[in-house]
């Protein structure tokens, strides 16, 4: 989401004549557009800013912008920090009057709770691949989660609109699409005539050219049945299901409010297995949740066993201020989330592999993307099951789809052959 909203900055500051330098010295504008999911991300930014502040250069430091979820949760510590604008997500169709009066000497800063607005530009960063939101904001208040807080709540875009967006990019070249939100089966529930995202989900299938067709994040509570069957009937869908577990344990999934137990998980995980075999699964994961106890934490490394992602995002808690779960007794120590996080990442990363190499001599469908930074004559892609792909090609088969076969499987994909 992130990533998608950059490329509506990029494009706003195309907009208004500005292109993009390699080094910050020499700017006349720095965006920081941020991400307050973890303390991590978060702290960057202020680093970030510090360093910003300090460039001289030949416009005496660049006019600071700070962007996304910390613009809109830490708005004045920001400005504190020599912020010059400070934008929350919501609001990116005001950043265009706010650069042009701040490069003319004005002050102006914006957050808040409303609708965002449509018609934003963009400058994508790919031609092959586009991100296209579809809803924004979240309702669900996991109890570990600052995304509500950040990004307000849920605001399904028209069908309409998201439709003419997919029917944009594929014109204009591009092959596999990404439906966003950051859980998409709420969508179009807020709309004056209610639209289910397996409806969407066909009408995007239905747009003339598309390749492949990706959601991300799909949660577990609202997972659906017949999303299952339109994902398997739709002849763009990719197999390729992005699930986010977050905890094992039923006790500790309670306590997130997460709203579903860890035997309803594995039974979807099962669903869309059987509805397409060669389906990849993958997920994100926490450990170290408040309370979260030894067997709480057994119960993820089973569940990791049980159901072998293809691959996670594996996280440790951290608190995030105003959330339910920063309030939450007992805490887990750092030393212990550590320890927890590595047993996990090497339980994973073994099964990743596993699984890859359990596939080799497979031919697989590649959307080649780019040449092989690491290897001369090798071009590199993904699979439909986002899988990646590295095999001897020329550049001219960028942009392509090609059948390759996996000859050797590591943690992070194949290098393989075409056929
Ligand atoms: N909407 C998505 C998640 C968005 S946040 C969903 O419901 O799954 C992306 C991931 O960051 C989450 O899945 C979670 O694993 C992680 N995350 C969110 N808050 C966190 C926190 N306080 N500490 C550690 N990880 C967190
Ligand atoms: Fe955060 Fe939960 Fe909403 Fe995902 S569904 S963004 S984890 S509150």
Redesign the pocket.
Request: proline fraction near 5%; glycine fraction near 8%; hydrophobic fraction near 40%.
């Given at each position: 989401m992130n990533e998608r909203d950059s490329e509506t900055l990029a494009g706003i500051c195309e907009g208004i004549g500005l292109s993009p330098c390699d080094d910050p010295a020499d700017a006349e504008v720095a965006i920081l557009n941020t991400c307050a999911?973890?303390e991590k991300p978060q702290e960057k930014v202020y680093s970030r800013l510090g360093e910003l502040r300090k460039l001289g250069g030949p416009h005496g430091g660049p006019l600071i912008v700070v962007t996304g979820c910390v613009a809109q949760i830490d708005a004045d510590e920001l400005r504190r920090r020599g912020a010059d604008i400070v934008v929350g997500p919501r609001c990116y169709d005001m950043l265009q009057s706010a650069l042009e009066e701040r490069l003319s000497g004005c002050a102006f800063i914006e957050g808040g709770d409303r609708p965002v607005a449509e018609c934003l530009p963009a400058a994508r960063a790919s031609k092959l691949k586009a991100f296209v939101n579809i809803i924004y904001g979240?309702d669900?208040f996991?109890a570990?989660?600052?995304?509500p807080y950040a990004r307000g709540r849920e605001q399904s875009r028209r069908p309409e609109d998201i439709i003419a967006e997919v029917r944009d990019v594929v014109t204009s070249g591009c092959r596999d699409v990404t439906l966003l939100g950051?859980?998409v089966n709420s969508y179009g529930h807020d709309l004056p005539e209610p639209v289910s995202f397996a409806a969407l989900m066909r009408q995007a299938d239905a747009v003339e050219g598309l390749d492949r067709l990706r959601f991300t994040?799909s949660?577990p509570k609202d997972m659906t049945q017949d999303l299952i069957e339109t994902m398997a009937s739709l002849p763009s869908a990719c197999e390729h299901l992005h699930l986010?577990i977050?905890a094992g344990s039923d006790a500790v999934l309670e306590a997130m409010g997460r709203g579903y137990t860890y035997a309803h998980f594995r039974s979807l995980i099962e669903a869309a297995r059987e509805a397409m075999p060669r389906m990849s699964v993958t997920t994100?994961?926490?450990v170290g949740f408040p309370g979260e106890t030894e067997e709480d934490f057994e119960a993820t490394l089973r569940a990791f066993e049980e159901i072998r992602f293809d691959q996670a995002?594996m996280?440790?808690?951290?608190?995030?201020p105003g959330?339910r779960?920063a309030t939450m007794e007992p805490k887990v120590s750092n030393a212990e989330k550590q320890r927890r996080l590595l047993k996990l990442v090497a339980l994973q990363n073994a099964t990743s592999r596993v699984i890859n190499v359990a596939t080799e001599g497979e031919v697989f469908e590649v959307l080649v993307e780019e040449a092989d930074p690491k290897s001369a004559g090798k071009v590199r892609g993904r699979t439909r099951q986002n899988k990646l792909m590295i095999f001897p090609g020329e550049e001219s088969l960028i942009g392509e789809l090609v059948n390759v076969r996996a000859v050797k499987g590591f943690l992070w994909g194949w290098t393989g052959e075409r056929v």
């Amino acid at each position: 989401m992130n990533e998608r909203d950059s490329e509506t900055l990029a494009g706003i500051c195309e907009g208004i004549g500005l292109s993009p330098c390699d080094d910050p010295a020499d700017a006349e504008v720095a965006i920081l557009n941020t991400c307050a999911v973890r303390e991590k991300p978060q702290e960057k930014v202020y680093s970030r800013l510090g360093e910003l502040r300090k460039l001289g250069g030949p416009h005496g430091g660049p006019l600071i912008v700070v962007t996304g979820c910390v613009a809109q949760i830490d708005a004045d510590e920001l400005r504190r920090r020599g912020a010059d604008i400070v934008v929350g997500p919501r609001c990116y169709d005001m950043l265009q009057s706010a650069l042009e009066e701040r490069l003319s000497g004005c002050a102006f800063i914006e957050g808040g709770d409303r609708p965002v607005a449509e018609c934003l530009p963009a400058a994508r960063a790919s031609k092959l691949k586009a991100f296209v939101n579809i809803i924004y904001g979240c309702d669900n208040f996991c109890a570990y989660c600052i995304v509500p807080y950040a990004r307000g709540r849920e605001q399904s875009r028209r069908p309409e609109d998201i439709i003419a967006e997919v029917r944009d990019v594929v014109t204009s070249g591009c092959r596999d699409v990404t439906l966003l939100g950051q859980n998409v089966n709420s969508y179009g529930h807020d709309l004056p005539e209610p639209v289910s995202f397996a409806a969407l989900m066909r009408q995007a299938d239905a747009v003339e050219g598309l390749d492949r067709l990706r959601f991300t994040t799909s949660h577990p509570k609202d997972m659906t049945q017949d999303l299952i069957e339109t994902m398997a009937s739709l002849p763009s869908a990719c197999e390729h299901l992005h699930l986010p577990i977050q905890a094992g344990s039923d006790a500790v999934l309670e306590a997130m409010g997460r709203g579903y137990t860890y035997a309803h998980f594995r039974s979807l995980i099962e669903a869309a297995r059987e509805a397409m075999p060669r389906m990849s699964v993958t997920t994100d994961v926490m450990v170290g949740f408040p309370g979260e106890t030894e067997e709480d934490f057994e119960a993820t490394l089973r569940a990791f066993e049980e159901i072998r992602f293809d691959q996670a995002f594996m996280f440790k808690y951290n608190d995030r201020p105003g959330t339910r779960a920063a309030t939450m007794e007992p805490k887990v120590s750092n030393a212990e989330k550590q320890r927890r996080l590595l047993k996990l990442v090497a339980l994973q990363n073994a099964t990743s592999r596993v699984i890859n190499v359990a596939t080799e001599g497979e031919v697989f469908e590649v959307l080649v993307e780019e040449a092989d930074p690491k290897s001369a004559g090798k071009v590199r892609g993904r699979t439909r099951q986002n899988k990646l792909m590295i095999f001897p090609g020329e550049e001219s088969l960028i942009g392509e789809l090609v059948n390759v076969r996996a000859v050797k499987g590591f943690l992070w994909g194949w290098t393989g052959e075409r056929v």
